[in-house]
C-alpha cells in the first residue's frame, strides 16, 4: 500500500468534505430550513382552521333545522291550547308544560348557536393571524433565499473544484488501496492517522508493543488497535 500518496489524496478528499459540512451547516441555509419549517407549521395550522370552519357550519346548519323543528311543534301545541273548551284543566296542563318544554329547548338552541357563532369568530381571528404570520414568514424568507441561492451556487461550483481534485488524486492510487480507505472512512473520519510518539493520533491511544514491532518489522499498511484507522508513519 502507498500510504504517502493515500495520505496526499485524504488532504483533498478531507477538504472537500469539510467544504461540503460547512455548505450544510450555513446559517443562512439553516435559517432558511428553519422559515420553511415555520410556513409548512403555518400551511398546517390553516388547514386545520379550514376543517374546524366546515365543521362549525355544520352544527350551525344542524341547530337551525332543530330550532325549526322545535318552532313547529311549539305552534301546534299554541294552536292546540288556543282551543281550550274541549279540554279538561288536567290537559291544559300537560299542553302548557309541553309548551315551556319546548321554549326551554328552544332557548338552548338559541345559546348553543351563540356559543358556535363565538366559536366560529374565534377560528376567523386565528386564520387571519396565520395568513400575517405566514405572509410576513414569506416574505423574509424570499428575502434570505434570493442570497442564498447566489452564495449556494458559488459554492457548488467550488465544491466541485475540490471534488474533481480529490478525483484527479484518486486517479493516481492502487484500486485496492483506495477502496480500503474508503472502507474505513465509512465509520471512522479520518481513516488515516499518523503515528506520533507510538501514539495514533486519529484517538490518541498508545498503541501496543506487538503492532509497534510489526510496523517497524514490515511495509504493509497497519491499522490502529483501537479505532482501526490506517496508520501512517512519515519519514
Not at 478531507?14 to 435559517?31: L, P, V
Amino acid at each position: 500500500m502507498n500510504l504517502p500518496a493515500l495520505w496526499d489524496y485524504m488532504q483533498y478528499d478531507m477538504e472537500a468534505d469539510r467544504f461540503s459540512n460547512e455548505m450544510k451547516n450555513s446559517e443562512k441555509r439553516k435559517k432558511l430550513l428553519k422559515q420553511q419549517e415555520f410556513l409548512k407549521d403555518q400551511q398546517a395550522r390553516f388547514a386545520k382552521t379550514e376543517s374546524d370552519i366546515a365543521a362549525v357550519e355544520e352544527r350551525i346548519g344542524k341547530c337551525r333545522q332543530e330550532a325549526e323543528r322545535l318552532g313547529k311543534l311549539l305552534e301546534g301545541i299554541s294552536a292546540e291550547i288556543g282551543d281550550v273548551s274541549d279540554m279538561g284543566s288536567e290537559e291544559v296542563n300537560e299542553k302548557l308544560k309541553g309548551a315551556e318544554k319546548l321554549l326551554n329547548a328552544m332557548d338552548a338552541c338559541e345559546k348553543e348557536l351563540a356559543a358556535i357563532r363565538n366559536e366560529s369568530e374565534a377560528i376567523d381571528r386565528s386564520q387571519t393571524e396565520i395568513k400575517r404570520r405566514a405572509a410576513k414568514m414569506k416574505l423574509e424568507y424570499d428575502e434570505v433565499k434570493k442570497v442564498y441561492d447566489v452564495e449556494f451556487a458559488r459554492d457548488k461550483l467550488k465544491l466541485k473544484e475540490l471534488r474533481d481534485a480529490a478525483e484527479k488524486q484518486a486517479a493516481t492510487l492502487d484500486k485496492d488501496d483506495l477502496d480500503r480507505y474508503r472502507e474505513i472512512k465509512r465509520h471512522c473520519t479520518p481513516p488515516i492517522a499518523k503515528l506520533v510518539n507510538n501514539q495514533c493520533t486519529g484517538c490518541f491511544m498508545t498503541l501496543s508493543v506487538g503492532t509497534l514491532r510489526e510496523i517497524k518489522a514490515s511495509n504493509a499498511a497497519i491499522t490502529c488497535d483501537n479505532c482501526g484507522r490506517l496508520l501512517y508513519v512519515p519519514d
